[in-house]
């Protein structure tokens, strides 16, 4: 069984796992802002995972870079892709952990991403999980510790909760622009929201629409962050981060999934970046890029 690291401050608590360097739990009081799993897993549907060296999807686990074709083992057996990245289902390893009463704790957790099939290049990661009154910042950081240049992509898979049913939440996603899929989730076109079921930059309920879809061309708000936001019966949480960094989201509903919640997954480029090149982070040898987002309830 992986070990946990309990972290509490502003009223909350929250639980992360060696395992994906997840979390694991967030609480606020009782109630929880994401779905939570056993400690003994396994996880379900990337919860509270990270997604690295890539987000989302690489189209039939295949992709160029630097004139050389690689192949990624496909993961997502119905569709031929290779799903979510290659560290969320890894274990990391506990580096620095802080508790100060009930104010604020933080734990840092890393991993090496040694070459691999498909992708062979070397990342050290690194992610802090710091949980004060503002709520719980993931930071993650990736260095390319090899000798070639790597792709790179990040993004983080919390499903939050406001509810038991997802259609009665109320749903915020300041976007301009919707990535309409094609039937294998790679990008399609991409559309104004407006005009389209899903266009949340107004606050309204989900109903019966089936949210599986990338966003962008995020609108922040005065202090320069997005929020993407779920109220429901049990109340509210969101997600904010620098769109600067993380300009993508996918938002996931789970219709048909069976599981509870909201999946916000703030992105730092779209599905199949790898191919399309859209916002693809090319780190040199010795380069470091840096992101982070934060959970709070509201």
């Known amino acids: ?36 799993w056993p400690q003994e897993g396994p996880i379900p549907f990337y919860s509270g995972t990270l997604l690295a060296p890539w987000p989302n999807r690489v189209g039939g686990g295949r992709y160029t870079f630097g004139g050389v074709t690689h192949r990624l083992p496909v993961n997502e057996e119905a ?3 290779a799903l979510h990245g290659l560290v969320a289902e890894v274990d990391w390893q506990a580096v620095e952990w802080l508790a100060v009463e009930d104010e604020h704790s933080f734990v840092r957790l890393a991993h090496t991403v040694t070459p691999t099939p498909g992708y062979p290049f070397t990342l050290a990661l690194q992610v802090r999980h710091s949980l ?32 038991d049913n997802v259609e009665e939440y109320e749903l915020l996603v300041p976007a301009e622009k919707v990535l309409l899929p094609d039937d ?5 076109s991409l559309e104004d929201v407006s005009g389209t079921p899903y266009d949340f930059g107004s606050p309204r309920t989900i109903g019966g629409t089936a949210v599986d879809h990338t ?16 109220r429901g019966p049990e109340g509210g949480v ?23 919640g909201l999946a ?7 599905p199949d970046a790898f191919n399309s090149g859209t916002d693809l982070i090319v780190l040199q040898p010795g380069g470091k890029v840096e992101t982070s987002w934060t959970i709070s309830p509201v």
């Not at 294998?184 to 399609?188: A, D, E, N, Q, Y």
Request: one cysteine or more; glycine letters at 12%; charged letters at 20%.
């Open 1 to 36: 069984m992986s070990q946990q690291f309990t972290l509490r401050g502003g009223g909350m608590r929250a639980e992360i796992s060696e395992r994906a360097a997840a979390v694991r739990v967030l609480r606020h009081g009782e109630r929880d802002l994401v779905a939570d």
């Open 184 to 188: 294998r989730m790679l990008p399609g």
């Open 238 to 260: 969101e997600v904010r981060w620098d769109a600067s960094v993380l300009p993508w989201v996918q938002v996931c509903s789970g219709t048909g999934f069976g599981y509870r």
């Open 79 to 81: 569709r031929g892709n």
């Open 132 to 163: 004060t009154s503002d709520g719980l910042t993931t930071t993650l950081t990736a260095e390319n510790t090899g000798d070639e240049v790597a792709p790179y992509g990040c993004g983080p898979h919390p499903w939050l909760l406001a509810g």
């Open 264 to 270: 916000v997954e703030p992105m730092t480029c779209p």
């Open 215 to 230: 966003f962008t061309e995020l609108v922040p708000d005065a202090d320069g962050l997005v929020r993407v936001r779920v």
